[in-house]
């Protein structure tokens, strides 16, 4: 007689959530890669010239809502893992409300904090131990804009994340990213 006749076992599935650029993604897979399910929710952007911008609350609330759609498969999950677009800045106070919108990205409005970097530090792998670029979309020369052009922005940020990182801190309360 089999040991547990009669008795189902919880499924322990695994849900990939992806912050992208046009949309977030929900993946649910069986522990050994199995498809379970796929959502997704469309992200609006704002697009004016070099800035290009996207409101941070978007990523949580399509989270929220991609959870709510699959409360079935939510319920069976054992582990998140999170992705997403990058390099994005997105700024938070202490309490993780946004101070400023997010510098996706395709945000290429820092072209002169990159060129001043750039001369500056010149090969970065020395400095910051990557080949990032000094680029104006990259997060240094978009940091450097906004302490230029918004320090009112940079007095009220607690973390600088990535939109995967902001979606984690309002899923676990801790503001953890890569070096990225």
Request: proline share 8%; net charge neutral.
């Amino acid at each position: 007689m089999p040991r547990f006749d009669g008795a189902k076992l919880a499924r322990q599935l695994v849900l990939g959530i992806d912050i992208g650029t046009s949309s977030v993604k929900a993946l649910f897979l069986e522990p050994f890669g199995d498809f379970v399910a796929r959502d997704e929710m469309k992200l609006p952007l704002t697009r004016d010239g070099n800035r290009v911008e996207q409101d941070p609350w978007d990523y949580v609330n399509a989270v929220r809502s991609l959870l709510q759609r699959n409360l079935n498969l939510v319920e069976q999950t054992v582990a998140i893992g999170l992705s997403g677009q990058t390099p994005t800045v997105v700024c938070i106070d202490e309490k993780g409300n946004p101070t400023s919108p997010a510098l996706i990205w395709q945000d290429n409005r820092a072209e002169k904090e990159a060129a001043d970097l750039r001369e500056r530090f010149g090969n970065p792998v020395s400095v910051i131990g990557t080949s990032l670029p000094w680029s104006p979309s990259a997060c240094p020369a978009k940091l450097l804009w906004l302490s230029q052009n918004n320090p009112n922005v940079v007095s009220k940020s607690r973390w600088v994340l990535q939109p995967k990182d902001f979606v984690g801190f309002h899923l676990t309360g801790t503001a953890v990213s890569d070096p990225w």
